[in-house]
């Protein structure tokens, strides 16, 4: 087994606590293309402004991110077990 694979319990809360802040920080971000524009991604992009387009992929960016380290922590703790 390599260190790679070993899951600390520091890195399990500072992923937590990140995912956490920067959603709140990107939630406050597309407040407007919730409220506005009812999350139409045509009028979002026709219509919204910059700071509405950048928010919107910043959300999609994270969504992804979360994903990808959800998974890598899954795949980790199967190979532990194995």
């Known amino acids: 087994m390599n260190s790679r694979d070993e ?3 520091r890195e399990i809360i ?10 709140f920080i990107i939630a406050f971000l597309n407040m ?12 979002i992009f026709s219509k919204g402004g ?3 387009i ?4 910043l959300l999609f ?8 380290w959800i998974l890598s922590l899954i795949i ?3 190979r532990r077990l194995n």
């Open 32 to 43: 407007s293309n919730e409220d506005i524009y009812n999350w139409d991604l045509s009028e």
């Open 76 to 78: 980790r703790i199967i």
């Open 61 to 68: 960016l994270w969504l992804f991110m979360i994903a990808i």
């Open 14 to 23: 500072s992923g937590i606590l990140i995912m956490l802040l920067s959603y």
């Open 7 to 9: 899951i600390s319990f």
């Open 50 to 52: 910059w700071f509405n």
């Open 54 to 57: 950048v928010a919107l992929i």
